[in-house]
């Protein structure tokens, strides 16, 4: 069963553009999460998606948004780039959360804002 | 606010011997925790993990002890071996939202 895959890998943006991330999880699992990781900061939580509906949020500017499509494929979106949002930034599904945690991460994209 | 914390940012062990990861958490919400290891390059591959209803879980070299009176758990790696140098994050979940500790990047010496 193919892993989770994240599309583009690196991303080079400069201040003040949009970016698009995607992200298609394992087939089956119906449960999206994304997390950025930047250094000495861990994973800092997103937001999660599941059956197309944000179900989670974490402490993100309004700029950080997601959906989830019918397949369970999900893009999140970042607007007006500050430099600070460059980071490693990491998606994760799982079957169901109510039935299992473990989650199962992608390679992630390396975003630069230059 | 850090509600998971692992204070020890690096640890080196010799190999043949053992590892212990330590993690807190604040928030006795937490029903479930994992523990997850990344390789430069590659997203975090799940370990092990523990039910709030357990103290100890093992899977071959790895336990997991879960101690939530003080709100701490730690993973016991033995022997170490080489392939286990990695960064280890402890996470814990609640409302199927997981909160990750910042990371201990262990060191296995031969």
């Known amino acids: 069963k193919a892993g989770v895959t994240q599309t583009p890998r690196y991303l080079i943006k400069t201040r003040g553009q949009q970016v698009t991330l995607s992200c298609s999880p394992i087939s089956g699992h119906r449960s999206v999460s994304w997390y950025q990781q930047t250094p000495g900061q861990g994973l800092q939580f997103l937001f999660e998606?599941?059956?197309?509906?944000?179900?989670n949020k974490g402490n993100f500017p309004g700029r950080f948004s997601g959906r989830q499509f019918s397949n369970s494929r999900s893009e999140m979106n970042v607007s007006t780039l500050e430099l600070g949002d460059s980071a490693l930034y990491l998606c994760?599904?799982?079957?169901?959360?109510?039935?299992?945690?473990?989650?199962?991460f992608g390679p992630g994209t390396r975003l630069t804002v230059t | 606010d850090q509600q998971v914390k692992q204070n020890s940012p690096s640890l080196s062990v010799q190999e043949g011997r053992i590892s212990i990861l330590n993690c807190d958490y604040t928030?006795?919400?937490?029903?479930?925790f994992l523990w997850y290891k990344k390789y430069p390059a590659e997203g975090p591959t799940f370990l092990i993990s523990?039910?709030?209803?357990?103290d100890k879980n093992e899977d071959g070299r790895f336990t997991v002890f879960l101690n939530k009176s003080a709100k701490h758990l730690s993973l016991h790696i033995v022997p170490s071996q080489p392939g286990d140098s990695a960064v280890y994050f402890c996470?814990?979940?609640?409302?199927?939202?997981?909160?990750f500790g910042a990371g201990t990047t262990v060191t296995v010496r031969a």
């Open positions: 928030n006795s919400m937490f029903d479930y």
């Open positions: 994760a599904s799982s079957l169901d959360p109510g039935g299992s945690y473990e989650q199962y």
């Open positions: 998606y599941f059956s197309e509906t944000q179900r």
């Open positions: 996470a814990a979940s609640v409302n199927y939202k997981l909160s």
């Open positions: 523990i039910s709030s209803i357990k």
